[in-house]
């Protein structure tokens, strides 16, 4: 029960934090959006893990455990299994770098409009998977 209990709350905290992603774009803060949108799918696939009973590891990009377990996802989740772990790779590849840049990788530079809106555009779709499954 206390997985269950896990999983809607961190589905819930997805949600919440997907609101701030908006205001974020608009304010034209495109590494502030990939890094919360990283954040966010990070949430809602551990949440998805959890609501299946498998207990996520302790780093960020569970796309792969997701994979492995496949066979315990609702049908209609796990057709979506691989679009959600390719976007927890290419979140997690920029995690990083969205927020703390690097010596010759400003980020408030680097990251552009196109970037975000795909990161909104990920958040949304791996929250709304997870919302078909944690119930």
């Known amino acids: 029960m206390m997985s269950v ?3 809607k709350a961190y589905l819930e905290k997805a949600q919440k934090r997907l609101k701030i992603l ?9 590494s502030d959006v990939v890094r919360e949108a990283q954040e966010i799918v990070e949430l809602a696939l551990k949440g998805i893990l959890r609501y299946v009973g498998i ?4 780093w960020h990009d569970v796309g792969s ?11 209609d989740v796990a057709l979506q299994a691989d679009q959600m772990a390719k976007i927890s790779a290419w979140l997690r590849k920029e995690r990083e770098f969205s927020f ?17 809106e795909r990161a909104i555009q990920d958040a949304h779709f791996v929250v709304q998977v997870a919302e078909r499954i944690i119930r």
């Open 5 to 7: 209990s896990l999983a």
């Open 22 to 30: 908006p205001v974020l774009l608009a304010e034209e803060a495109y």
């Open 55 to 58: 207990d996520p590891p302790k």
């Open 65 to 75: 455990i997701l994979l492995d377990n496949r066979e315990r996802l609702p049908e």
């Open 100 to 116: 703390y840049g690097d010596i010759d990788f400003v980020p408030t530079e680097q990251y552009v409009s196109e970037d975000a």
